[in-house]
Nanobody, 121 residues
Framework: VQLVESGGGLVQPGGSLTLSCAASGNIVSVNAMAWYRQAPGKQRELVANITSGGTTNYPDSVKGRFTISRDNAKNTVNLQMNSLRPEDTAVYYC????????????????WGQGTQVTVSS
């Protein structure tokens, strides 16, 4: 099982960016999915999460600006980021709770490799 992210880059303050993450492998089901970020010198923090049923959760720092969505048929999760600020600059990581098939049924948390988002003029 692996998670592959795409969509990071450089954007000006006030701009928008969409991150995407796709899960692949011997997947039985993808449970909760989430995006985290880590800025230099800071701890990794939750940006948004979404259950398999579509319930979402955001910290106050991004609420109203970021939107998480998923496609259960494609095992993908997106993060639409609007009104970006310099303090949103970080490496963004996709995270998923996945039930997989490998000599039986297993379940584990997986992380993507991270994608850089830089907000600067």
């Amino acid at each position: 099982v692996q998670l592959v992210e795409s969509g990071g880059g450089l954007v000006q303050p006030g701009g928008s960016l969409t991150l995407s993450c796709a899960a692949s492998g011997n997947i039985v089901s993808v449970n909760a999915m989430a995006w985290y970020r880590q800025a230099p010198g800071k701890q990794r923090e939750l940006v948004a999460n979404i259950t398999s049923g579509g319930t979402t959760n955001y910290p106050d720092s991004v609420k109203g600006r970021f939107t998480i969505s998923r496609d259960n048929a494609k095992n993908t999760v997106n993060l639409q980021m609007n009104s970006l600020r310099p303090e949103d600059t970080a490496v963004y990581y996709c995270n998923a709770d996945i039930t997989y098939l490998d000599m039986g049924i297993g379940r584990d948390m997986y992380w993507g490799q991270g994608t850089q988002v830089t907000v600067s003029s």
